[in-house]
Every structure is written in C-alpha cells, then in structure tokens.
C-alpha cells in the first residue's frame, strides 16, 4: 500500500437520473482526494450524463444486474480502499472519511454500514422485516457479526475485493459479500449511519418478495457449498427418518408372522436409506472440496497487504 492510500468511491446505476448527481456531489465533498466511478446498468434515462457533469468517472455494464455490476467494478478498478454505495441518494455521504478511517486504524476488511431512521418511507417495514429475517438467518448459520446485511453501503479493502468471486446476479450481492467476509473469517465490523428517503423522481428497483425470495435461495444455494456436510447431513437424516417410518410396521409384520405382505413399501424404505447413505458420502466428499476453495480465496486473500493509516493521513475523519 502507498504511503497516502488511494479511495475509489464506487456507485452501481440503474436509471437514477434524479439522484445519481446528488450522490457524486455529496462524495466528492466527503472524499476530496477518491476516484468516485459510477458504472450505468443500462439505464433508459440521463443517469450516466447527469454522473459525468457532476465530474464522476462514467463506466457502462451491459450484463443486467447488481451482482453483474459489482463484478465488474471489482474487476476493474484498483485502489486501496474501495467504498461502494447505492446511487439513490439515501446513504450518508458524510460518514464516509470516518468508514474508512475505522478501516484502516484497525485493519479491518470490511466496515458495514448499518441503516438508522426513524423515516418510515426511507425503510419500509416490509424491508426491514425481510432484512431482520434473512441476517438472522445467515447469522444463524454462518455466525452473528453484523445486523444489517442487505445496507448497501460498505467499505472494503483491496484484499476483500480481489479475493472476492462474485458470482450472483442482482441483489443477492450484498448476501455473497457478507457470507464470503464470514466464511474467511476476515475483521469486519458494523456502524450505525443515517438513512433517508430517496429524492422525488426516484424509485426503488428492489421488489419485496421476488428479490426476498431470490436472497432466500442464495443463502440457500450458499450453505448447500460452503456447508455441504451440514447441508447432506441433513438430507441424509431427513430420508433415514422416513425410512425408519416407513420401515418400522414392516418389521412389526415380519416379527409377528414372518412375513413380508407390503414388498412394495419395503423396496422404498431401502432406497430411501440407500440414498441416506449416498448423501452422507456427498457431504463428506464436498466439504473437502469445500475446503480446498476456502484455502484458495485465503491465499488469494493474503497476497495483499492489510490496510492501515499513513504516517500523515491526507484525509478528515
């Protein structure tokens, strides 16, 4: 890292004409000396003109989606701390040099930035319900480090963003980027910022229930590969259960009169357990694979130095 840390401030689009330039204006303020680069999703209205007259880097991601974006961002652009926002105009702008001073005095990987308001239209409790359950449920898996994990604003260093493998689409990113600091065991922490309610003309893309469930099957889809022998396992007990179940009158029938009427019912059973059995094999197979992807990222993770202060910081915290 260089004496004085470079920051690039990094602002996925999607049609946000009405705010984009409220955002880069408000970072430019907060971060004098960063990069502010604000990548356009195809937006069908001025997003990337109204971004490039407030003086922010214009890049363009074809592929749509969140997900497609971030991927994109982390690929290209390099710096020594890296702060990604929504360009909604709904994050606190000003709370940025103290993000990335905890950041660097501390050398942490990550600093979430946890959403307060008291405006009910800033966070609508279908939202914040569905963001309660899903942190509660990834925390319950993966382990309780932070209590907002869909906030889409965070700070990161350069060795979380180029050991990070993004492979989602859309907005289940803020998921993967949460599960992948768990799952490396990275120093992360969590500060409560200011939430406010978009500008006029804006408006939400993020759909309750379509993009709540399309986060539940991620968290899913992210136990099934980086717990596979707690996932299988499961699978294997649940089939031993209904095996069992299914077996146990059987049994009952064959020490009473010796006698197999329901030979049917007896050739499930078996295949039930014989398919108990193949799961467990499965889990125990993946979670050495599992493991060897973990040790991977790990080595991917320490080819970059840990972040930390200049001797003589140029920017204000």
């Not at 590969?225 to 259960?241: D, K, M, N, V």
């Not at 790990?298 to 972040?307: F, G, I, K, N």
Request: overall charge neutral; proline content about 6%; aromatic content about 10%.
């Amino acid at each position: 890292m260089s004496a004085s840390p470079s920051i690039a401030v990094l602002i996925p689009c999607y049609n946000e004409e009405a705010a984009i330039g409220r955002v880069v204006a408000d970072f430019r303020a907060a971060l004098p000396e960063a990069a502010i680069y604000v990548y356009d999703n195809n937006s069908r209205d001025k997003t990337a003109a109204v971004a490039a007259e407030a003086g922010a880097i214009v890049r363009h991601e074809s592929l749509q989606g969140k997900g497609n974006v971030v991927r994109r961002m982390f690929a290209d652009v390099e710096a020594d701390v890296y702060v990604m926002v929504d360009g909604d105009d709904t994050y606190h702008a000003a709370s940025a040099p103290a993000l990335i001073h905890k950041l660097l005095a501390e050398q942490l990987d990550m600093v979430n930035a946890a959403r307060v308001t008291q405006v009910e239209a800033a966070y609508r409790p279908g939202h914040r319900f569905g963001n309660l359950m899903l942190t509660a449920l990834v925390s319950f898996v993966f382990g309780k480090r932070t209590a907002d994990m869909l906030s889409g604003y965070r700070v990161f260093s350069r060795r979380f963003v180029k050991s990070f493998p993004t492979l989602v689409v859309g907005f289940e990113i803020e998921t993967e980027l949460t599960v992948h600091a768990l799952e490396l065991r990275m120093p992360i922490t969590e500060v409560a910022t200011p939430y406010k309610d978009r500008p006029a003309g804006s408006v939400s893309k993020l759909s309750t229930f379509k993009d709540g469930f399309r986060i539940l099957f991620m968290i899913g889809k992210l136990v099934k590969e980086e717990r596979p022998l707690e996932f299988f396992s499961l699978a294997a007990g649940l089939l031993t259960l209904f095996s069992i179940v299914l077996a146990w009158p059987l049994f009952v029938t064959y020490f009473d009169t010796g006698l197999v009427p329901r030979l049917p019912t007896a050739i499930l059973s078996t295949g039930l357990m014989i398919l108990a059995f193949l799961a467990l094999a499965c889990g125990l197979i993946l979670e050495t694979v599992t493991r060897g992807r973990r040790e991977m990222k790990r080595m991917a993770y320490l080819a970059h130095p840990a972040p930390q202060l200049p001797p003589s910081p140029n920017f204000r915290h």
